[in-house]
């Protein structure tokens, strides 16, 4: 107990938490992507889906829950408590910051994290929960739900913007987490990291393909 409480007082370690819970949350956002892209198969086939989540996977599913939880928890937390290390150690910033140096996606990181919290909680206000009700909501109706729901612009743009978040944080995010863990050598050229941009572009083309495809009549 005593060593898992040092670990995570070192710096190292809240690295290596933000790490290992970030590639949880990636693996759930392309589990979360595929089941969402089963709205093209037709209403039969994405309700079926959400039916076997919740009454034939029951506590698998909240085992996920729970794991997923936990991970972003630990994430914001470790996030939140690098930031202030982070600024401590110099209260006063640079006064040139060289853009060969970083990248969009690691100059947003924080205010990107920030935005997908709040996204998070819209969501599961929105589609999990239905307190949030543009439309109406029907728990077993997820087709309907999603249809009746992306034909409303702000919503749309809401889900849109926040997607165009999460690229970004997953292009920086996926490759630090990999390098953090020892799985990848540093880059000396930030800009070159395929395996990353590819994720982060198929993550984003996923969710943003499904209001866009709703909002614009191809999905009825």
């Known amino acids: 107990m005593r060593r898992a409480a ?105 205010w990107g994290g920030v935005v997908l919290a709040l996204f998070i909680v819209f969501h599961l206000l929105h589609f999990t929960s239905g307190t949030i009700r543009p439309t109406a909501f029907d728990p077993a109706d997820v087709y309907g739900n999603l249809t009746r729901a992306f034909r409303i612009w702000w919503v749309v743009l809401i889900y849109v913007a926040a997607m165009i978040a999460l690229g970004l944080h997953l292009y920086h995010g996926g490759w630090s987490a990999v390098r953090t863990l020892g799985l990848a050598r540093p880059s000396a050229s930030p800009m070159t990291r395929p395996v990353a941009a590819l994720i982060a572009v198929l993550v984003w083309v996923g969710f943003t393909i499904v209001p866009l495809s709703i909002f614009l009549g191809f999905v009825r």
């Open 6 to 110: 040092a670990f995570w007082q070192s710096t190292i370690g809240k690295k290596v938490v933000m790490a290992a819970t970030g590639l949880i949350m990636i693996g759930y956002v392309l589990l979360h992507m595929a089941g969402n892209l089963q709205i093209f198969l037709g209403p039969e086939k994405l309700d079926a889906y959400s039916y076997f989540l919740h009454h034939q996977a029951g506590e698998l599913l909240w085992v996920v829950r729970a794991l997923l939880l936990v991970s972003v928890v630990l994430h914001i937390v470790a996030a939140r408590q690098l930031t202030r290390i982070d600024n401590a150690a110099r209260p006063i910033g640079y006064a040139r910051l060289d853009p060969q140096a970083s990248t969009l996606s690691s100059r947003t990181m924080r």
